[in-house]
């Protein structure tokens, strides 16, 4: 054969190979993918419980714990939610001003009294007096729910009867739509690791001297996704400290050994 025609056959054969594998397949992901440090679409509408039209900007105006849910599931969303609420209601913090939550269903035949069942039954796992206004539930058309979805990295698929395949996590966003962490759910959530994944995604404002303090000894650990002790780091500070306190001894001790002896030389003459 011609090398011409062979060099064109092979080319050709390349960009085919190259096409098929950059194709979308037709069976969507399912699971999470981590986006950290990536925003999520603020300009996104959604419903609420109340039956009214939201935009997510204007919701998203403090630390928000984000996740992802439908009402009929009956598999991981309940557990989920409810290890969530017992988390909130021992949580050391203020709900509605030094964070909320909102969960979004990813399932567009569910309605809006649906969603007011839904809220109503996890708001009263926490506290009679927990703000209404604390956590919104919201629902929305196919188009924005995967926007968001996609956004943040999580992935579900219809199991081809009435429910999803999904995974389960909370997800920690800034007041700017930043997605800070991620707290993937394995039984129950240590309302540290929810008051830390808190404080982290409101690193964007002042924070308090025990903030700092907080987030100094603790690191977060992205394998077992929860908060650890930062053991070396703490001893390592404590001997910096150990150390600057002994060189300051010594140094006004030496000071006050000099002024001794002038003084006694004064004395002696």
């Keep these: 054969m011609n090398h011409k025609y ?3 056959l092979l080319l050709a054969l390349t ?25 999520i679409p ?17 919701l998203i105006d403090k630390p928000t714990l984000l996740s992802f849910v439908y ?25 509605g001003s030094d964070y909320q939550v909102i969960s979004v269903c990813f399932d567009p035949r569910e309605t809006t009294a649906d969603a007011a069942k839904w809220k109503k039954d996890y708001v009263e796992v926490i506290s009679d007096k927990f703000p ?27 199991d081809g009867h009435d429910g999803f395949i999904h995974a389960g996590s909370i997800f920690a966003i800034s007041s700017t739509g930043l997605i800070s ?20 995604a409101d690193q964007n404002q002042s924070n308090p001297t025990i903030r700092t303090v907080l987030q100094y000894c603790f690191s977060y650990d992205p394998m077992g996704k929860r908060y650890v002790f930062n053991t070396t ?23 006050k050994d000099r002024q001794n002896k002038l003084t006694e030389g004064i004395l002696h003459d």
């Design 6 to 8: 062979t060099l064109i």
């Design 15 to 39: 960009m085919a190979a190259t096409a098929i594998l950059a194709a979308p397949t037709n069976t969507p992901k399912v699971g999470i993918e981590e986006h950290l440090g990536a925003s």
């Design 42 to 58: 603020l300009d996104l509408k959604f419903i609420n419980s109340a039956g009214d039209t939201v935009l997510l900007g204007q």
């Design 71 to 95: 009402f009929k599931c009956s598999g991981i969303c309940g557990p989920l939610s409810n290890a969530l609420a017992d988390g909130i209601a021992k949580l050391k913090m203020k709900a």
């Design 132 to 158: 209404q206004n604390a956590w919104h539930v919201l629902r929305g058309d196919s188009a924005n729910v995967k926007k968001l979805s996609d956004a943040i990295g999580f992935y579900y698929k219809n």
């Design 181 to 200: 962490r991620y707290l993937n759910f394995d039984q129950n959530y240590n309302p540290f690791d929810l008051k830390m994944a808190l404080l982290e």
């Design 233 to 255: 780091r703490v001893i390592a500070a404590f001997m910096l400290i150990a150390v600057g306190g002994l060189f300051t001894f010594l140094l006004i001790k030496g000071k």
